[in-house]
């Protein structure tokens, strides 16, 4: 597989994870999320779920089994998020490796094609899913006000080498004008 497929998501969300809508989950029949924490559910610099990530996962999980999988290493970080959600937790992934989201997948007990690899990098989050076959989603990053400079410096060199290789990051925009509880 080239690296332009293996770079490119199956669905860009165009915003953060809570435009991640119980109508698009049924859309593309996705029965479990792998969730990455640092930057996708909650900034880089912070250890606590804010209250709309807590009530959106409150929303999907009745439709969706949850597993959170950082790279990050702190393991009381990702422990205190993960129990702060009340959702199972891998630390230390080291995506790309699909090592630990398999673990997680098989622990879902889901087809692989059934579960969605939810991040806000291509080169860890969307690379990792994508080589395991799973649906994968590219969200925006959550991030503090002042922290964007460093957090899209990262990402635009990540957009930029990936076009280059051939990955389109605007075909697949999802619709933000639909009320995000449906």
């Not at 006000?145 to 605007?170: A, F, P």
Request: aromatic share 4%; charged share 20%; with cysteine.
């Amino acid at each position: 597989m080239s690296w332009g497929k293996l770079l490119q998501p199956d669905l860009i969300l165009g915003g953060s994870i809570l435009n991640l809508t119980p109508k698009i989950l049924q859309a593309h029949n996705l029965q479990g999320l792998v969730l990455d924490v640092d930057e996708t559910l909650v900034p880089i610099n912070s250890a606590d779920a804010c209250p709309d990530l807590q009530s959106w996962i409150e929303l999907v999980k009745p439709l969706t089994k949850i597993w959170l999988v950082s790279n990050n290493i702190s393991q009381d970080r990702i422990r205190r998020i993960g129990e702060s959600l009340d959702v199972p937790y891998i630390a230390g992934a080291a995506k790309p490796s699909g090592r630990k989201l398999k673990r997680a997948v098989d622990d879902m007990n889901l087809p692989v094609d059934n579960v969605a690899m939810v991040g806000d990098r291509l080169f860890t989050d969307v690379l990792a899913g994508n080589r395991l076959g799973m649906f994968t989603i590219l969200v925006e990053p959550m991030v503090h006000v002042g922290d964007e400079l460093r957090t899209y410096h990262t990402r635009n060199i990540e957009v930029w080498i990936s076009q280059m290789l051939g990955v389109t990051l605007s075909h697949y925009q999802a619709d933000h004008s639909q009320d995000p509880h449906n």
